[in-house]
Nanobody, 123 residues
Framework: QVQLVESGGGLVQAGGSLRLSCAAS????????LGWFRQAPGKEREFVAT????????HYADSVEGRFTISRDNAKNTVYLEMNSLKPEDTAVYYC????????????????WGQGTQVTVSS
């Protein structure tokens, strides 16, 4: 069992930065691939970024490539999403997710989800 709790969301101006954190409980945290997804009002939840259990491989959505960075610290049971050059279209609730199947995770097939944290980017 893995429980995920996101933090770090907030209101920021366009061009600004935020760092999201997702703290996980559970002894098997380091075995899981981790990811970030987001859902804007009136839209479906979409993939943002994923990272393998050892941090050796990452994938990003085209819309955030070069602006966002996903990382993890297995000693702290935490995954991060560093978001730079934020745009109004990045406004959404951001969710942390975990799955043993990394490539399934990228398609949204997560075993565990956090409750989400709101990110609002003003123009």
């Amino acid at each position: 069992q893995v429980q995920l709790v996101e933090s770090g969301g907030g209101l920021v101006q366009a061009g600004g930065s935020l760092r999201l954190s997702c703290a996980a409980s559970g002894r098997t945290f380091s075995s899981y691939g981790l990811g970030w997804f987001r859902q804007a009002p009136g839209k479906e939840r979409e993939f943002v970024a994923t990272i393998t259990w050892d941090g050796g491989l990452t994938h990003y959505a085209d819309s955030v490539e070069g602006r966002f960075t996903i990382s993890r610290d297995n000693a702290k049971n935490t995954v991060y999403l560093e978001m730079n050059s934020l745009k109004p279209e990045d406004t959404a609730v951001y969710y942390c997710a975990a799955a043993l199947n990394y490539y399934g995770l990228g398609r949204g097939a997560a075993a565990y989800w956090g409750q989400g944290t709101q990110v609002t980017v003003s123009s």
